[in-house]
């Protein structure tokens, strides 16, 4: 046993004594970082040198500074936030598409549906009132409007998703690369040592949360340290290979959709987790669910609504109108049939016929002819303006009139022009050709992003057809109007208009209902998981002030062992003088 | 609300912090949410919140707003109606008055002065009226149906109506469509009880669309199925919207079928429905069927019951019912009167001092018919009836006599005539005319009652039953056949109370007598309307030398008052055309006033008198209308107090959804509040505390 062997072992002591209140400091700084794992001094005793039966050992050796953390636990809550961030993403969007809808407020499209149809109950009790039609033509604007406000909103929202994921993928690639940098630094530190590279671990797990929040990753760890990360079944980071994503776009519902997708293989990225999950699932799943309702809502108006307005009569009668809707400009002039797709209206007719009522104003008479259209689905059925047979539309109304006024314009848009003296009305549609062209009808568009009033009514509301049989005090029509909303279509699945409509409220409640429940699920587990990782990574300033006095007391008492083997070898020399 | 489990382990500094944010962070959250309660005083903002709830909140807020506009629309109605009630009650004062100066003038005791002076009280009175009849209300004319402009009109002839018996309406439920405008024609009386026309059971063909089917309730769409002779086919007619398209349907689905060759449908030989025949030689049953409970086959005419029918040979037919065609303006005329067609020969019209004659040669459809008489300008209106099965042309010109008769097609002897306004029913005399119109509403007295049991005998007109009978008849009827009828033969009408029943009595009387030998051929004597539109017309069809006559016995002044009385004119010796005894006037208070002044103006006694009845009446009719007015009003307000009613409760329902309770909000904010503070109070301690402090 060498004299000065007290020294060395006081010395290793008091290394590790000033290591270990680094450790605690470095704890300490980190205290208010949650991402940070905390550290511990790991020491070990040195075993004594030679074959001394008697051997107290050679002091203390640091082995390294460890990181207290369960990554199995870290990387389920890492899965846990992911999962909560795409749930709280499409929450969040459902929950901005219902303040757009305000449905429960009396700015909300059944608020105003429900004022309209006060209105047409309005004008029954006074058909010839301007005033009162002019309500009835306002109260439509606003159905209109808000239909094409909230088709215009979720297109917006979509967008800004769209804004978004174009937005994150330098983001992600960025952090990709980072890790992958990352992973060759950990792997060059920890190389033939026990210690791990804890704070490169840190700042990894940091970009690993990162990329979590955004997309679905899964992370394998190599045994030299290094991570690679898949997304589903497509890699993102491999061997130090980054793949990346960047932006594929597509069309859905009329709108260029943006979607994130690997850059090599073009998959798209799985939706399962991340914000942009999330937002994707959103975007492609819920509000095209919301727009297919209200596409559906605005056809009913465009069609159903218009089939029963188009049988009715204004106070004043047409001595001219042009269709609102037009057949495709490449079936003018030939025998297409009207309910064949080649014609390309949207509402298409079918079988059946109606009536034009020629009134002479110098007599005051009126003569009502039928015009016919033979469709059964076959390619003989009858045409716009073909030669026939059948006789088509413009020369049965042409006969009608006994001269030459049914025309149509190059962009396949119908005319009836009376000649002088003549006024004319439409009733007894059994065809839904009045509705399915856009004569005679009050809503005009063709979707939830085009529909309006037609201008002409709009312009003169006396045109609005309230009365069935023509009289003035006739509102049978405007009555039927008015109680829309307790009829059943076919479109509706035989439910009544009402009921479809806040039905789709209730859709949209369950898809916002569902998105905040999963939400608040995920976000149980994650605050469940996160706790559990916070109670092993966390730094607990007490355990550190206790650690600090420990490894002060520690020093302190190395160094009085150094003064006392000191005194000892001062009496030592001492003798020696 | 996220729940933080307290860890088993350890503490962290990071683990309490995160505690602390969370909940103070759901503290806050919770009493921000609340607040917004406790200042809206709702709980329900998103159909998140509660999807169902919202889509129960939604249905009853529309049914809150539909119950608040039916109560609008009634607190409209009931305005109106009480306005016209108003009126009602000018009309009847008026009329009141009226009938004291005619019950004091149909004594003859009144000087020429005091005449004249109720003269002058008519004559306002009736400018009054009119004035009251073009009341409005909201510059819509009370009582002018669906039509706009003055309703009533000082004409040359008398005041013309130019409204329409049809009702303003409105909602005062989702199925309920009630009228709030009275009718003018029920109350005021505006037209005649003449002109009202009969049934013309049009018949169909190819292009009749379906929804002129069933009285022009149309059509259930829907499918039908056909089985014959062991198989079966199913139809779709959802697409038909023609009697053709049914036709063609049903023999293409036929044909395309095991049946092939075997059935066929066509329209039936009676032309009102559709007929399906038998195209084997043997026995087979047809079943025709609705699917699906739609009433398509029982609407079309063509279901048999369920065992079928039996077509038991090639060429049997199964004929379906009338389809029951209503006449609508684009009928074809040739389709009318069980599609014979209408004679277009056409009518004569006089109204007061117009007259018109229209042929109706060259028309083809209902409208052309109508539009022809309601451009005469003769005071009429035309149209189809509300029964849609017929064609009605009333006179609407008050204080005016009209006619609507045959066009003579040749002057004879004897005259020939058109039958078009026979066929329409429009003939301002005809088999539905009461007797109580008669010369000019004093009706027709007769003598004794009637012998109702036994005949007359040409053999022994002296026995007991011949005399029994004599003495209780009006009138006697010579036949020119005198061999047979050597004796007149007596007619009983008292009791009989419209043109019918005397056209009943006297062909009864005449073609049951005994006649001397064997008599010649039935029927000796027949009673129609005349073409003349004007009375009764007999024929004698007995063929002999005699003078065929009319007269009054037993001092009975019917056969006069109705027209009868007369002798054949030598030119034409078989037919007697009665005098003229009923006018087609309007029946109402206005006609009666001006009928009233009339008779003021000639002094006649007799004519107040009658005019005065026809008062009574008008004022019945006022009542009548002031119950059916009182009716509405007290039915709108049992539906004004439902409605009331069911607001309440779905507002109730509604505010259990959708609004906060007030009470548990409050309750629940304090006791966040304090959860609040007690969270932070407790973060505060646990961050502070550390063991450093005590280093």
């Keep these: ?577 | 609300m996220t729940f933080i489990p307290s860890s088993g382990g350890r503490v962290s500094f990071p683990l309490q912090q995160a505690m602390n944010l969370d909940n103070l962070r759901v503290s806050q959250n919770t009493l921000s949410q609340l607040s917004v309660q406790m200042q809206t005083g709702l709980q329900l903002f998103r159909p998140g919140q509660d999807p169902s709830g919202a889509y129960r909140s939604l249905t009853l807020v529309s049914a809150i707003s539909a119950n608040t506009q039916y109560l609008k629309n009634i607190s409209a109605t009931n305005t109106v109606l009480a306005q016209t009630d108003n009126a009602f009650v000018s009309f009847g004062d008026s009329v009141s008055q009226a009938l004291e100066i005619g019950l004091r003038n149909s004594q003859n005791t009144l000087s020429d002065e005091e005449r004249s002076a109720d003269l002058a009280v008519i004559n306002s009175m009736i400018n009054d009226l009119l004035s009251e009849g073009n009341s409005s209300y909201l510059d819509r004319y009370l009582f002018s149906g669906q039509k706009s402009g003055q309703p009533f009109v000082q004409d040359i002839d008398g005041i013309l109506y130019t409204g329409d018996n049809q009702q303003l309406t409105t909602l005062q439920s989702s199925t309920s469509l009630v009228p709030f405008s009275m009718k003018a024609s029920d109350s005021i009386g505006t037209e005649s009880a003449s002109g009202h026309g009969d049934d013309l059971s049009p018949d169909i063909d190819l292009n009749t669309r379906l929804a002129q089917f069933n009285g022009g309730t149309g059509v259930e769409k829907g499918s039908v199925a056909i089985s014959f002779n062991g198989n079966s086919v199913v139809v779709d007619l959802s697409t038909a919207d023609d009697a053709g398209d049914v036709r063609s349907l049903i023999n293409s689905a036929i044909n395309a079928s095991a049946m092939s060759g075997e059935l066929a449908v066509n329209l039936n030989a009676s032309g009102d429905g559709f007929e399906f025949v038998s195209g084997i030689a043997t026995s087979a049953s047809l079943q025709i069927a609705n699917i699906g409970g739609v009433n398509t086959a029982a609407d079309l005419g063509i279901a048999t019951s369920t065992t079928g029918y039996t077509l038991n040979t090639a060429g049997d037919v199964f004929s379906g019912r009338s389809v029951d065609a209503a006449v609508t303006p684009t009928t074809p005329l040739s389709l009318l009167v069980s599609g014979s067609g209408l004679d277009t020969t056409g009518i004569q019209i006089t109204n007061g001092s117009r007259s018109a004659t229209l042929s109706f040669a060259g028309m083809t459809t209902v409208e052309e018919l109508l539009n022809a008489v309601n451009a005469s300008g003769t005071g009429v209106r035309a149209e189809i009836n509300s029964e849609k099965n017929g064609i009605n042309i009333v006179n609407v010109l008050s204080g005016s006599s009209y006619v609507v008769s045959e066009i003579q097609t040749a002057a004879g002897p004897p005259p020939t005539y058109g039958t078009t306004a026979g066929q329409l029913g429009v003939l301002t005399t005809d088999g539905s005319t009461k007797l109580s119109d008669f010369n000019g509403g004093g009706g027709v007295e007769f003598g004794d009652d009637r012998v109702t049991t036994g005949a007359f005998d040409q053999n022994n007109p002296t026995n007991a039953t011949s005399q029994a009978i004599w003495d209780s008849s009006d009138i006697a009827i010579t036949l020119s056949d005198s061999a047979s009828f050597p004796n007149p033969i007596p007619v009983d009408l008292s009791g009989a109370t419209t043109f019918a029943d005397v056209q009943q009595r006297i062909q009864e009387a005449v073609n049951n007598t005994i006649p001397v030998g064997a008599g010649p051929a039935q029927p000796w004597i027949t009673v129609s309307p005349s073409p003349t539109g004007q009375g009764f017309l007999l024929e004698d069809n007995t063929g002999g030398a005699g003078t065929f006559s009319v007269y009054e016995i037993n001092s009975s002044p019917a056969g006069g008052q109705l027209g009868l009385t007369g002798t054949a004119a030598a030119g034409d010796p078989t037919h007697i055309y009665g005098a003229d005894r009923h006018q087609g006037r309007v029946v109402g208070v206005l006609d009666s006033l001006l009928r009233l002044r009339e008779a003021l103006m000639e002094g006649d006694p007799f004519a107040v008198e009658r005019a005065t009845n026809l008062l009574t009446g008008d004022q019945d009719q006022l009542t009548e209308a002031r119950g059916v007015l009182g009716a509405r009003l007290s039915v709108l307000q049992l539906t004004s107090d439902r409605l009331t009613d069911d607001n309440l409760t779905l507002t109730d329902t509604n505010a259990n959804i959708v609004e906060a309770d007030f009470v548990e909000v409050v309750s629940k904010f304090q006791t966040q509040q304090v959860a609040l503070q007690a969270a932070l109070q407790s973060a505060g301690m646990i961050m502070q505390t550390s063991l450093f402090d005590f280093l």
């Design chain 1, 1 to 577: 046993m060498s004299s000065f062997g007290g020294l060395s072992i006081s010395f290793s002591a008091l290394s590790a004594a000033q290591l270990g209140m680094e450790v605690v400091g470095n704890n300490i700084a980190n205290v208010s970082n949650p991402s940070y794992s905390r550290q511990t001094l790991e020491l070990q005793p040195i075993r004594a040198a030679g074959t001394v039966t008697v051997n107290p050992g050679a002091g203390v050796l640091t082995k390294g500074i460890a990181r207290k953390i369960d990554t199995f636990l870290a990387s389920r809550a890492r899965e846990a936030t992911s999962q909560y961030q795409a749930a709280s993403a499409r929450s969040e969007i459902m929950t901005r598409v219902e303040g757009l809808y305000n449905e429960l407020g009396d700015t909300g499209l059944s608020s105003s549906m429900d004022t309209f149809f006060s209105s047409l109950q309005d004008l029954t009790t006074n058909p010839e009132d301007t005033a009162l039609r002019n309500l009835v033509v306002q109260q439509a604007q606003t159905v209109a409007n808000i239909i094409q406000d909230r088709r215009t909103a979720l297109d917006d929202v979509r967008k800004d998703i769209n804004a978004e994921m174009r937005g994150s993928v330098d983001s992600i690639n960025n952090s990709l690369v980072k890790i992958r940098d990352l992973n060759k630094q950990i792997v060059s530190q920890e190389a033939g040592t026990d210690s791990e590279a804890s704070s490169l671990r840190n700042l990894r797990d940091q970009e690993l949360a990162s990329l979590a929040d955004k997309i679905d990753i899964t992370v394998y760890e190599d045994l030299d340290g290094s991570v690679n990360i898949y997304s589903g079944n497509d890699y993102l980071l491999s061997r130090g290979s980054v793949q990346g994503v960047e932006i594929e776009e597509s069309i859905q519902d009329g709108l260029v959709i943006q979607n994130l997708v690997f850059s090599n293989s073009k998959a798209s990225i799985p939706t399962t987790g991340g914000r942009l999950g999330g937002l994707a699932a959103a975007r492609d799943q819920d509000i095209p669910k919301l727009i297919a309702d209200l596409e559906q809502t605005a056809d009913i108006f465009i069609n159903e609504f218009n089939k029963i307005y188009s049988q009715g009569q204004g106070l004043e009668s047409f001595t001219s109108v042009t269709s609102t809707n037009r057949v495709l400009p490449n079936s003018l002039g030939t025998n297409t049939p009207l309910d064949s797709a080649s014609a390309g209206l949207a509402f298409p007719p079918q079988n059946g016929s109606f009536e034009i009522q020629l009134t002479d104003l110098g007599t005051g008479q009126t003569t009502t002819a039928v015009i016919q259209l033979q469709l059964d689905g076959s390619t003989t059925g009858t045409s716009l303006d073909g030669a026939g047979p059948p006789t088509s539309i413009v020369d049965q109304i042409n006969t009608a009139f006994g001269s030459t006024v049914a025309s149509v314009d190059g962009r396949g848009r119908l005319t009836i022009a009376a000649p002088d003296g003549v006024e004319f009305n439409f009733a007894n549609d059994t065809s839904g050709f009045l509705a399915g062209m856009g004569i005679n009808t009050f809503f005009s568009g063709e979707s939830a992003g085009t529909i309006g009033i037609n201008s002409a009514v709009a312009d003169n509301p006396s045109l609005f057809a309230a009365s069935l049989n023509g009289n003035p005090g006739d509102a049978s029509n405007a009555a039927t109007l008015a109680n829309f909303q307790n009829l059943t279509f076919a479109s509706t699945g035989r439910v009544t208009f009402g009921a479809f409509y806040a039905g789709t409220t209730e859709k949209l409640g369950s898809l916002s209902a569902a998105a905040s429940a999963q939400a608040t699920v995920y976000e149980a587990s994650k605050t469940s998981l996160n706790s559990e990782s916070l109670s092993i990574t966390g730094v607990n300033l007490d355990e550190e002030a206790i650690k600090l006095i420990e490894y002060q007391k520690a020093f302190q008492a190395a160094s009085r062992h150094i003064s006392v083997v000191n005194d000892m070898l001062d009496e030592i020399l001492n003798l020696v003088q």
